[in-house]
């Protein structure tokens, strides 16, 4: 029968190890130190940046109206259309501004008749002045044979009385004779152009320019935008726009930043755009410029702070966020963004 052996027994505890302790005991330790570690991380880089949501794409949007009044003839272009610079977009009635380009060149012809009339009459004064020179010449001769004639006792004094009235009536003929021809000459201006014909040509010349505003043009290469009023018929008013151009490949950012965020921002900054309508898309910008103003001052009724009820509201200057490359997918204006701005450049 074989013999158990025991070993002693001492008196000392034997230590036990519990994995679920240690993990708590880790738990406990990494926690804290991944917080404070991302404390660390956005005090480092909070300062750096600046972001908001209060941002939209913009660009140039040109209202075109006419500057003739009149009904619609002909719409050439639809709601969505790229344009040329220069090309028709609708026409006006041309009818009502041919009769008056008519109505003008008749007003220059009648100028023109006119004109010939008053030279005529200016030259026609000159034989005037060569005749009654003539008389008053022949009235005094008359006079003198008159005198001589009285000193001899061959005539009476009559006689000289009747040739002296004859050159005084000579005299008087040839003195408005010239100023007959003084008055005609002064009807003809110095350089041939008198202001009637002056003031027709300058009639005629509006005719036309009205007569070519009938056709309105697009101001600039673009993509036609609200033109559900371009309807055959509808009377057109000067200086009321009847479609819009979006100009193209001219879009930009207006973001509106709090102005406590304004004290880092420089131009030349670089720029993150997200884009809400394009989930995912992001594009780099840089700021190109910055207001002058708030925008509040820049509304039709600014604020009037001089009053009892003044409460202080944080304003938004608007700062405009240029893109480094053309974007992927359509700008369009009014579409919302969110913009972060890397203040670390401006340092």
């Known amino acids: 029968m074989n013999k158990m052996t025991s070993e002693p027994i001492t008196g000392e505890p034997i230590a036990v ?16 130190l991944a917080l404070l570690a991302a404390g660390l991380w956005y005090w ?10 209060n941002a939209q794409v913009k660009q140039d949007i040109t209202s075109v109206g006419a500057q003739v009044s009149g009904p619609i003839a002909e719409v050439l272009v639809r709601e969505g259309d790229r ?33 010939r009339q008053v030279v005529t009459e200016a030259a026609g004064t000159t034989a005037d002045i060569v005749g009654a020179q003539g008389q008053l010449t022949i009235a005094e001769r008359a006079l003198a044979r008159q005198a001589d004639l009285l000193k001899q006792g061959f005539t009476t004094r009559t006689s000289y009385d009747a040739a002296l009235a004859q050159v005084t009536q000579a005299r008087t003929a040839l003195a408005e004779a010239r100023a007959q021809a003084a008055n005609k000459q002064a009807a003809i201006a110095p350089g041939g152009d008198q202001p009637s ?9 509006k ?56 004290a880092r921002m420089v131009p030349g900054q670089k720029a993150t755009i997200e ?30 702070n001089a009053n009892g009820n003044w409460v202080k509201v944080t304003q938004r ?11 992927s997918r359509p700008m369009i204006a009014g579409l919302s963004a969110d913009v972060t701005v890397d203040l670390r450049q401006g340092k």
């Open 275 to 304: 884009i809400d309508a394009y989930p995912g898309l992001e594009l780099e910008g840089h700021i190109s410029s910055i207001g002058a103003g708030t925008g509040s001052e820049f509304a039709i009724i600014p604020a009037q």
């Open 83 to 115: 344009v040329k610079a220069g090309q028709v977009l609708f026409r006006i009635d041309p009818a009502p501004y041919r009769v008056a380009l008519l109505q003008a060149e008749a007003q220059l012809a009648s100028a023109r008749l006119s004109e």
């Open 44 to 53: 480092q880089v909070s300062g750096n940046y600046v972001s908001t949501d």
């Open 207 to 262: 005719a036309r320019l009205d007569l070519a505003r009938t056709e309105v043009r697009a101001p600039t290469d673009g993509v036609i935008a609200n033109a559900d009023r371009l309807l055959v018929g509808q009377q057109v008013v000067p200086g009321i726009g009847m479609v819009s151009v979006v100009r193209s490949g001219e879009a930009w950012v207006e973001a509106n930043f709090k102005e406590k965020d304004l």
């Open 197 to 205: 014909e002056a003031a027709a040509r300058a009639a005629i010349a």
């Open 17 to 32: 190890t519990r994995p679920g302790r240690v993990r708590r005991l880790a738990l406990m330790l990494v926690v804290p």
């Open 317 to 327: 200057v608007p700062v405009r966020i240029a893109f480094d490359q053309p974007p």
